[in-house]
């Protein structure tokens, strides 16, 4: 099974997590979460890249919003590229939207 | 158990793999899997499997110069897109009910009670069981009613023999997607309940006309053009409803819609009209419901590439009508539907979840079953934050129900645009 997402790393201060193309089918693990919220540690400026994802179910946008909470709580930055609108819907019913930060690109996304 | 066993078992009493399916409450690929050893049944698929192997397998006991009784049994209607069901006891009874195969795209559902009761009816029983079969065998196109009560009225009379009967005919509407005609009439006993929706509502399903043989002007017929899936309908002869009704026909009609209401995966009949109160009459209990879907497939939650597949052909499917942004939330909601089962069904590892889905006339739907944990509370499931949550967001409708082989089916709805819809300007009816 291909991975979910690809950890893309700019040197000690960025990181990309790259989603695959398409439809997120992956069902999000303790394993997972364990991981990025690892990445959020390591790192002070996080992209969660979801320019090519159409579909994000709802289990892992919550675990993008403990990564944010978790950022947040130590002055770090994280937010997302991509804006489909099935996902910016998603976060809406989720009552994510205004907490995300959402960008058009993953440059955009990465600047504080 | 032998899977070879199943195998051979299944294939001599002449049933598909749906089939069997339907008697234990799972897939066409669940049993597929069991048969080809790929899959292991969940412990209640198990143990309603060996019931039904002990039952098949074992030929029923007689003692020493016992005589068995051959009453004709109808030929089974072959329809693929209709559920037929009956339960009924004793035995042999003046009460039965039948699907009659009109055609390949039409059925006459009949549920008739002989005046009298057991063994002493069975040759007035066995006289009108066998005048439907040669009725429905000289038939060149789809029945009337009318005519049939009007001709089996005649034949009555000439016998002197009284029945009360239900007759239906159900014939689908060529180009129209999961919809059919439908015509019923109803002499002597209480009108069945068809239920339909959503909107969830119980309809006029018949006419009720004195008991047969009656006159033809006595004849009144029910006609619904156009009755679109899902649509179930529950009849029954007057000894089961009194005796659920404790005495009363009315009060036994509510226990019916109360037990019967349009879930997903009707209760078996048995389990359901099986009371403590001692039955007194003959009994017989039949549901017929549309049952064909555009797609029925299944998936384990870890397989990706699956999942993909029938979200595809979900995408595929409602594109055209929806549009492309509808289409994907659709999907959406479908693939929530499949988190939401990998998440709660089966939290200790991968388990099988399976989607049908259909495009009926005004709106698309999607089942989507597992046979896991089940629903602790379905009200606090239907209006919880998170996962039902975005369902709702992308649907007009999202239901919860218990699965009838255990575990949960989320049944989610997404009208159609209509022409008033489409007619908008830009920004909706507002801008």
């Known amino acids: ?112 | 158990m032998d899977a070879v066993e199943i195998t051979r078992i299944r294939r001599e009493k002449g049933l598909s793999q749906v089939a069997l399916g339907r008697i234990l409450g799972v897939s066409q690929p669940t049993i597929s899997g069991i048969e080809r050893g790929v899959i292991a049944p969940s412990a209640p698929v198990l143990a309603r499997l060996r019931q039904w192997l002990e039952r098949e397998a074992t030929p029923a006991p007689r003692s020493p110069g016992e005589v068995a009784f051959l009453v004709p049994q109808n030929a089974p209607a072959t329809l693929p897109f209709l559920r037929f069901e009956s339960w009924g006891r004793p035995e042999y009874s003046g009460d039965f009910a039948a699907l009659f195969s009109v055609g390949k795209n039409a059925a006459l559902f009949v549920v008739v009670d002989v005046a009298g009761h057991g063994t002493d009816v069975l040759p007035a029983r066995t006289f009108v069981q066998g005048w439907l079969q040669a009725y429905v065998g000289r038939l060149r196109g789809v029945p009337r009613i009318s005519e049939l009560a009007g001709d089996l009225s005649a034949t009555l009379r000439d016998g002197r023999i009284d029945v009360s009967a239900f007759f239906a005919v159900v014939a689908t509407v060529p180009g129209t997607p999961h919809t059919v005609n439908y015509e019923a009439g109803s002499f002597g006993l209480a009108a069945p309940l068809l239920l339909s929706g959503p909107p969830f509502r119980t309809r006029p399903s018949a006419e009720v006309c004195p008991a047969l043989p009656l006159e033809p002007e006595e004849v009144r017929v029910t006609v619904i053009d156009g009755l679109e899936a899902p649509w179930r309908l529950v009849a029954a002869t007057d000894g089961l409803l009194q005796r659920i009704g404790a005495g009363s026909e009315s009060d036994g009609v509510k226990q019916l819609r109360s037990r019967f209401s349009l879930g997903p995966s009707p209760p078996p009949l048995e389990e359901l009209l099986s009371t403590e109160i001692p039955w007194i009459d003959d009994e017989v209990c039949a549901t017929l419901e549309w049952a064909a879907w555009d797609f029925e497939g299944s998936a384990v939650t870890a397989d990706e590439a699956e999942t993909r597949r029938m979200l595809g052909f979900v995408r595929l499917r409602s594109r055209p009508a929806l549009g492309e942004a509808k289409a994907e939330e659709f999907c959406g909601a479908v693939l929530e539907a499949f988190q939401n089962a990998g998440r709660h069904a089966y939290p200790k590892g991968p388990g099988r979840v399976s989607l049908r889905f259909r495009e009926e006339a005004s709106r698309f739907r999607a089942e989507i079953s597992d046979n896991g944990a089940g629903m602790s509370d379905r009200r606090k499931v239907q209006t919880s934050e998170g996962g039902f949550a975005v369902m709702r967001t992308f649907c007009k409708e999202v239901f919860a129900d218990e699965n009838r082989g255990g575990g949960t089916v989320v049944t989610l709805l997404i009208d159609k645009p209509t022409q008033n819809d489409q007619k908008l300007p830009e920004g909706g009816p507002h801008g």
């Open chain 1, 1 to 112: 099974m291909d991975d979910p997402y690809r950890i893309e790393r700019l040197g000690n201060e960025c990181a990309v997590v790259h989603f695959a193309p398409g439809e997120l089918t992956a069902i999000r693990s303790q394993a997972h979460l364990d991981e990025l919220l690892g990445l959020v540690d390591s790192h002070g400026r996080i992209a969660i890249d979801f320019t090519r994802t159409t579909l994000v179910p709802s289990d892992w946008l919550r675990a993008i919003e403990r990564m944010r909470v978790r950022a947040g709580a130590a002055g770090k930055h994280l937010a997302i590229a991509g804006k489909t609108a099935a996902i910016l819907k998603t976060a809406d019913a989720l009552k994510l939207r205004e907490s995300l930060r959402w960008c058009d690109t993953i440059e955009e996304a990465l600047r504080p």
